[in-house]
């Protein structure tokens, strides 16, 4: 029979909770209680041990019951439970929810993952800063994940240019995809691969990221990065993940605890509160700001900006005739497109950069140039290099 770990409270009397035990379809090693003192009297009798710490029951368990209400546990607290029985590979139930932990296929090679708590968050630029330190001294592959990668796991060995990125789009394809950005702006080999559906802790419907990991292997580099998809952790097992959390977003909310608790690094862009954080777990938390800079000089000439967020601008070498936060909306973008009047666009490649913003620059004779999204972080490069397993570093 499975084994499980029961969650319980002192707003039920003890012969309820004790019956309640004995009707479920476990095995209950021991129950943990999460507070409430309304109905307790003193030597209670829940038919199990009781465990000091949750924790202290998931080795000889497979699953946590929650048996507890409010207003001991509210949603929020429940969610934290969750969030540390799924980090520790347990299913976490109740009355009316079941979350499952997301499962990760084992990677043989030194691994890190960059992951985050949503989309637009600066992961994509984080992976890029990781693969770009990384790849001073050793052979590194990305391999990324999204929701418009290919059918196939898709290899980029040679760094994309806006003739090839062009190429792509007008053949039907998204030209725009992280692992060509990556590839792009880096210049380290990637792959690309797609997934569909996320689920609250990361866990993603369909995926072909285990064969896009396969496919990075056989190149037998000395270390590979992951780049996840918006809130979706690539279903592969690393050494070590970096979490990417932006404005606007909370990652201590929902099951943003499990992330926290299965990273080894903690990056709040934009800022953030630091003891939240590390009130979940004891992990490294730094904060860091975004700036845009083009991959080629712009000589003061007049540039109209496209991005899909909130990079900084200040500080580029040009005279900014105009700025498009909107690569994102395709409408709102081709309004801004109408209207612009630049010698140089300058671009993320995201979204509609290619398709819409590169093809309208071309037809206007003004020159394209890709921009990235440059991490402003102190400590940054040292924390990478110290996730890194021994063996990364020969």
């Known amino acids: 029979m499975t084994r499980a770990v029961a969650v319980i409270d002192g707003e039920h009397y003890a012969p309820v909770v004790r019956d309640a035990i004995a009707g479920l379809p476990y095995e209950v090693v021991g129950a943990w209680l999460a507070g409430g003192t309304e109905k307790l009297r003193g030597g209670d009798d829940y038919g199990v041990p009781l465990l000091a710490d949750l924790e202290d029951g998931f080795a000889d368990a497979a699953v946590v019951v929650d048996l507890s209400d409010e207003p001991v546990l509210g949603p929020r607290e429940r969610f934290r439970l969750a969030s540390r029985a799924l980090a520790a590979g347990l ?127 056989e190149r037998d580099p000395d270390v590979v990065v992951f780049d996840g998809s918006g809130a979706a952790i690539p279903p592969v097992e690393t050494d070590a993940r970096i979490l990417v959390s932006g404005r606007g977003h909370d990652p201590t909310a929902y099951l943003n605890p499990y992330r926290v608790l299965v990273s080894d690094l903690v990056m709040l862009v934009g800022g953030g509160d630091v003891s939240a954080i590390r009130a979940v777990k004891d992990v490294n938390v730094l904060t860091a700001d975004l700036r845009l800079r083009p991959v080629t000089p712009l000589h003061g000439r007049r540039v109209a900006v496209f991005t899909t967020g909130p990079a900084a601008t200040d500080g580029l070498d040009a005279d900014i005739v105009s700025v498009s936060r909107n690569l994102a909306n395709r409408p709102l973008l081709s309004e801004d497109l109408a209207r612009t009047d630049a010698d140089v666009y300058l671009v993320e490649i995201k979204a509609a950069a290619i398709d819409l913003v590169a093809e309208a620059a071309l037809k206007r004779g003004a020159e394209v140039v890709f921009a990235e999204n440059e991490v402003l972080c102190d400590g940054f490069d040292q924390a990478i290099l110290g996730l890194l397993p021994a063996r990364a570093h020969a």
Do not use: W
């Open 91 to 217: 299913r976490y139930e109740g009355a009316d929810f079941r979350f499952e932990p997301p499962r990760y296929a084992p990677f043989p090679l030194p691994s890190v993952a960059v992951i985050g708590t949503g989309k637009r968050v600066g992961k994509t630029a984080v992976t890029g800063h990781v693969a770009r330190l990384l790849a001073q001294d050793r052979d590194v592959i990305v391999v990324s994940m999204g929701r418009g990668g290919p059918a196939e796991p898709e290899l980029a060995a040679v760094q994309p240019t806006l003739a090839s990125l062009l190429d792509l789009s007008r053949a039907g394809h998204h030209a725009a995809s992280d692992y060509l950005e990556t590839a792009a702006l880096t210049g380290v080999v990637t792959v690309g691969c797609r997934r569909a559906g996320g689920g609250l802790a990361g866990g993603v419907v369909m995926s072909n990221v285990p064969a896009g990991a396969a496919l990075a292997a």
